[in-house]
Nanobody, 121 residues
Framework: QVQLVESGGGLVQAGGSLRLSCAAS????????MAWYRQAPGKQRELVAF???????NSANSVAGRFIISRDNAGNMLYLQMNSLKPEDTAVYYC???????????????WGQGTQVTVSS
């Protein structure tokens, strides 16, 4: 079994910063791409940023220059440094990992349970 657990969410004022973490554990052979998504009330879940196993990153235009995604491959950790936060960044943030549970396995996507980020104006 695989578990993804996010942490680091909370309430912050506009202009502030937060750092989200995601810990992947369980029966993991290898992790390919990892990503952060978010879902605001009444809206569809959207991609925030992703990072490949080789370190290539990309992010949504709405967060480019403010959010930084990174990962620790040895520790199966994913991070999102969020700076200059805006009220429109308020959402539940989810971690996603595309991984194999063994050498012969196909790549499957796993999701965390989400962590709430609220930015007050």
């Amino acid at each position: 079994q695989v578990q993804l657990v996010e942490s680091g969410g909370g309430l912050v004022q506009a202009g502030g910063s937060l750092r989200l973490s995601c810990a992947a554990s369980g029966s993991i052979f290898s992790i390919n791409t990892m990503a952060w998504y978010r879902q605001a009330p009444g809206k569809q879940r959207e991609l925030v940023a992703f990072i490949t196993s080789g370190g290539y990153t990309n992010s949504a235009n709405s967060v480019a220059g403010r959010f930084i995604i990174s990962r620790d491959n040895a520790g199966n950790m994913l991070y999102l440094q969020m700076n200059s936060l805006k009220p429109e960044d308020t959402a539940v943030y989810y971690c996603k990992a595309d991984l194999r549970t063994n050498r012969a396995d196909t790549i499957s996507s796993y999701w965390g349970q989400g962590t709430q980020v609220t930015v007050s104006s």
